[in-house]
């Protein structure tokens, strides 16, 4: 690509990268934290409203089981979180949850976690996105009147960003994130201390309401549903938590150990947010509805349908801090951009699966290479474009979008861990070494309960959400693994194909003879320089072959040849419906008839034209013939080209773009005569 067209892909992304310098890409634990957990992070903003939410349903006497639910919520966190340290470290080549579930279970079930995967990443986008242009909308009326195109907008932005490279990308999401959850533990430290220690009483904005139960007097069955179901909702907490696992190789040496202590911080910080929120939403009397037009009622009137409920976080903040002060703001800020960053997690995420799923020819092997910022381009593109096409058809409806989300993770945790304990198994088989086999025992039993535990929340969440939407997600599961599946059969299909044999083969014989076929029109130079290049060839049959379209013109074509005297001999094919491309495939495969074991040299002289507009007026025949003749087998081709003055000209620009110098660039002098310079010795 020439200096002038690379322009603005450079601005928007930045220098191409030397494939050596990928190192310098390569994340400390304080880059790694933001850009792989800033979606578990980011979902305490939301998962203890939706705790409430549901249990709203009982009405406000079963928000005494809001603790007893975080504290189940928490125990699958560090659940999950030591059974992915086990995963880091046994599977350190970032195939993650994929690769786990691949080897221990089998293909399908590998493929199974990856389609999971593939659809939770697209949502996370999806969702985390359409949640904060919700909560941006709320202060920005165009935003909402507009929200599908600012939402896609949103991705098209954290698009570039990534594609500028998961280094730079992770450098500029960390201050947010980082601030997000100074400002949370601020606002649990705080209300801690005004209630134990100052004994202040606070008092959330919904305090005073409400609220009107859809079911009253719940028991047994019933009310064990209730909160299996708030339970599941919780568990939104948990979504991103196998990114790091996914991410292993973009972080530093030593990338296992890294990538662990990463897990365990993301952990520990997650579930301490999460508690301290669901503890003050408790202390200061939030209420929420899953209806709240009809089913908050404030002095004895439903607050209608202009009521808008705000988020946990925010009723929280607005209690501890006061509504309006300088700490509120920041966090609401901070709350409202790390919404947008939780998609940062996907983004890392999906384009290392699908460069292993490529690797393991399951997605087309242009996810696997990695672009000029060394950042897997073409993954990033996909996962952009898959999550405008979500985010477009369900109108940057987070409501709706929600309901599709966290069916794939608790599929991929569930395999995952099913499969870690297969990989015990078969170790305990063979290990002899007495504390290796306790360790390997007590792995075995987290992930054995993992997988029970996130089980159990995988079947709540399909009998509770698949009618809500839940059923997309699985479609879309179903989408990409039937597709992986007949990618992989056709690469097998075309690599068995052209497989080389141990001896020999038809592909090794030479041909017997070789006859060459110089497709003509009119005799002019390249016509003359295809027949100059054909006589080179020393081909053991030579003739030029042309199609009777217009008989005057054939005509003349025959006189001009006898009396230029050139000693080719020069075949007429007859076209009665004036077709040029059928007679000549049916004269080269009667050739191939006659003499199978001959090789067909067809040689087509060509225009090579500078601009984009003469393409489309030269050359369309020798396109269409060549496309027809590449699916005939024992046929070669080959292009003569003839250069126009608008190729040289053309020739001519790209020299000077090449030799074209930045203002100050020859001030400065070339990098490699400046990083020679400054490597030698001053002399005194």
Known sequence: MSKLTDVPKRILIGRALRSDRLGETLLPKRIALPVFASDPLSSVAYAPGEVLLVLSIAGVTAYHFSPWIAVAVVVLMFTVVASYRQNVHAYPSGGGDYEVANTNLGPKAGLTVASALLVDYVLTVAVSIS????NLGSAIPFVVEHKVLCAIGV?????????RGVKESGSLFAIPTYVFVAGVFTMIAWGAFRGLVLDDTMRAPTADYVIKPEHQGLAGFALVFLLLR?????CAALTGVEAISNGVPAFRKPKSKNAATTLAMMGLLAVTMFCGIIALAAATDVRMAENPAKDLIHNGVPLGPD???????SQVAEAVFGKGSFL????????ALVLFLAANTAYNGFPLLGSILAQDRYLPRQLHTRGDRLAFSNGIVLLAGAAALLVGIYGADSTRLIQLYIVGVFVSFTLSQTGMVRHWNRHLATEKDQAKRRHMIRSRAINAFGAFFTGLVLVVVLVTKFTHGAWVALLGMVIFFATMTAIRKHYDRVAAEIAAPEGPSDDSVRPSRVHSVVLISKIHRPTLRALAYAKLMRSDTLEALSVNVDPA??????EEWERRGIDVPLKVLDSPYREITRPIIEYVKSLRKESPRDAVSVIIPEYVVGHWYEH???NQSALRLKGRLLFTPGIMVTSVPYQLQSSEAAKRRARRQQDWNA???????PAQVRSKESSEPKSS
């Open 155 to 163: 991705i098209v932005l954290l698009t570039l960003m990534n594609l």
């Open 131 to 134: 949640s904060g242009i919700e």
């Open 230 to 234: 708030a339970f599941s909702s919780g």
């Open 553 to 558: 013109e054939t005509k003349a074509l025959r």
């Open 328 to 335: 509120f703001l920041i966090l609401a800020a901070a709350t």
């Open 307 to 313: 009521y808008v409920q705000n988020p946990v976080i």
């Open 663 to 669: 203002p100050g660039s020859v001030r400065r002098g």
């Open 616 to 618: 489309l007026l030269h």
